[in-house]
């Protein structure tokens, strides 16, 4: 009887074995009978490895894996996250925190009900019109469903851009390796942008796990999350928020709706805000550079890897492999990014507190927790910062919220939401540190206009009337025959 992958006897054949055996068994493998050359290279003492190296390959895990690997270095086709992988991930990480929930109806309507408060009281203070839909309370899960398919779409030309950095530094790498391995590795840059997808993969994973349990709604990264303009709320978050608060939950929950509502607003009444957000992150991400140095000095500082700890592999921190060491268009970029990043979040906060003021006591506390919550462990850290390193400034989220204040009292709510109107009107860096200028100018801008238009009124009507007094009938001069030929006038020569 022939015995199977799984038979007890391969399994103490393997844990029998010398390890540096199995090494090249792996290697005869994935590289062939034809690979002498490439065993002899790795094999000894030159490559170390633990003793109960022959316990983590069964003959049917080391075929399994040989194949893979295979495939991987051989690969032709483009590869890329696995992003049903990563979802899986950021589900698993959530279950391992203890933070799955399960949302019951009596908080889905407690939540849905401080929506609909929510939207009457911020008609008083834009003229953004409300989404039409009713809005939404998600549990954790169900905020990792709904907000997957947008944070991929923030992450992937970032993981694409880091995957083909790291192939063309394998590929460089592999030419000066011997012929025969060289041959034998066939696309090696392939094989490490597989690898580092699915290193990624399961960083990015983990960092929509931490958005799920730590966001209070849909966009509480400055860009909505949800395919959809409505509002969403997610009433376990913001529980566990408001138990260390000296306010009511009820209270920190109609003003999170609030916020959430007048960002929705927002994006909902300028169409071209989301897709602009969305598409610079892209600009940016093509030109992020690997720090390779940085990258030795991790792998250095992490030691020797626990070979019986294969999964620990996932642990490697990837988020200091991005130097912003770009060319000046692409800091441009940047900061174009952050300025409408803060504009966004100081309009939200400026608005939420002209709407909530006539109705919630402690008002003015809860924004300043909001501040504070903002400026320190907010969820859009663990995009912005962590997988983008794109820094959101406190100072530049405070001055543009008193720039949105300040607009209110210059202008009036509708001609200041009017600025969202095209990104030009919006102000610059400079503006946000000196609003007075920006008002005083646009106020000058406006005057000239005005009277620009008076001009154009009152030589337009000069025209007219004009040309309606050359066409009314009036007297002929002397000497000019009358309309009916009447030469009564006309000189008695002329007669």
């Known amino acids: ?46 490559f170390p490895l633990p003793p109960d190296f022959g316990q983590m390959f069964s003959p049917a895990h080391l075929s399994a894996f040989a194949q893979q690997l295979q495939r991987m270095m051989n690969s032709t086709e483009e590869n890329q996250i696995d992003w049903a992988a990563c979802r899986n991930v950021a589900h ?46 998600y549990s954790r899960p169900e905020m990792i469903n709904h907000s997957f398919e947008t944070i991929q779409q923030l992450l992937d030309p970032v993981g694409r851009n880091v995957g083909r950095a790291f192939a063309e530094m394998m590929n460089k790498q592999a030419e000066a390796l011997p012929e025969a391995l060289r041959n034998a590795l066939g696309n090696p840059g392939s094989f490490i942008a597989a690898t580092i997808f699915q290193v990624l993969g399961v960083q990015y994973g983990e960092s929509i796990a931490e958005l799920a349990a730590s966001s209070f709604g849909s966009t509480d990264t400055g860009v909505p999350l949800m395919s959809s303009s409505d509002p969403v709320l997610v009433p376990a978050n913001i529980a566990e928020f408001s138990e260390n608060l000296s306010v009511g939950a009820d209270e920190a929950m109609l003003y999170v709706a609030v916020r959430e ?16 957000i969305l598409d610079t992150i892209a600009e940016i991400a093509s030109g992020f550079e690997v720090n390779f140095e940085a990258i030795s000095e991790h792998i250095r500082d992490m030691g020797e890897i626990d070979m019986s700890q294969p999964l620990a592999m996932p642990d490697f921190d990837m988020s200091n492999i991005f130097t912003l060491e770009l060319n000046p268009d692409q800091v441009d970029t940047v900061e174009r990014l952050e300025l409408l990043l803060a504009l966004v979040v100081g309009w939200v906060e400026e608005i939420s507190a002209q709407a909530v003021a006539p109705h919630l006591p402690n008002a003015v506390a809860l924004r ?17 910062e962590a997988q983008l ?57 406006s005057q000239s206009d005005i009277s620009a ?43």
């Open 368 to 384: 300043e927790m909001f501040s504070r919550r903002y400026a320190t462990n907010n969820p859009a850290k663990h995009v912005w």
């Open 389 to 445: 390193g794109i820094e959101l400034n406190p100072q530049r989220l405070r001055e543009a919220a008193t720039f949105w204040q300040q607009a209110t009292r210059e202008q009036g709510a509708e001609e200041r939401d009017r600025l969202w109107s095209h990104p030009d009107l919006l102000p610059t860096a400079n503006a946000l540190e000196n609003p007075a200028e920006f008002f005083a100018s646009d106020a000058d801008s």
């Open 92 to 137: 698993s990480m959530l279950a391992r925190s203890g933070r799955v929930d399960q949302l019951d109806a009596a908080s889905a309507e407690k939540a849905q009900t401080a929506l609909r408060t929510a939207s009457l009281w911020l008609d008083v203070s834009t003229i953004f019109d409300p989404p039409s839909g009713t809005g939404a309370a």
């Open 453 to 495: 238009e008076l001009d154009s009124f009152l030589a337009q009507l000069f025209a007219e009337n004009s040309e309606q007094t050359n066409d009314v009938p009036h007297e002929p001069k002397f000497g000019e025959p009358h309309a009916d030929g009447d030469d009564r006038d006309l000189p008695p020569e002329q007669s």
């Open 1 to 46: 009887m022939t015995n199977t992958p799984n038979d007890h006897n391969d399994s103490h054949d393997s844990h029998s074995q010398d390890p540096n055996e199995i090494w090249k068994n792996m290697l005869r493998e994935i590289f062939g009978e034809d690979s002498a050359e490439i065993i002899e290279q790795f094999g000894g003492s030159a």
């Open 261 to 276: 509502c007048a960002a929705t607003r927002l994006f909902a009444g300028v169409p071209w805000l989301r897709p602009r």
